[in-house]
């Protein structure tokens, strides 16, 4: 085999390999573009959730609040305060 055929194979091959690579580039790059958008969600997502953990958190702490100075009755309803008649208020 003549040295220059075996120089122009091999010169293909690593021609050939080098394409490979930077189209393997290319796509990596697209992908991880698109990974840090997904993320980037996912971090506004996980943000909006804990705030609304926040409000239903306050909600449940007011509500075990509720039941434990009495504002519930045994039943679980809202108890009716009673209206002072003018004579107890005096």
Do not use: P, W
Request: hydrophobic share 40%; net charge negative; with cysteine.
């Amino acid at each position: 085999m003549n040295d220059a055929v075996l120089v122009a194979i091999i010169t293909g091959c690593f021609g050939i390999l080098v394409a490979l690579v930077q189209k393997s580039r290319k796509e990596n790059v697209r992908d991880h573009g698109y990974v840090v958008e997904r993320l980037d969600a996912l971090h506004e997502d996980i943000h909006d959730i804990d705030a609304d953990l926040e409000v239903i958190e306050a909600k449940i702490d007011g509500h075990i609040n509720d039941h434990a100075v009495g504002v519930f009755g045994e039943d679980g309803n809202e108890r009716k305060k009673k209206k002072k008649s003018k004579k107890e208020s005096v």
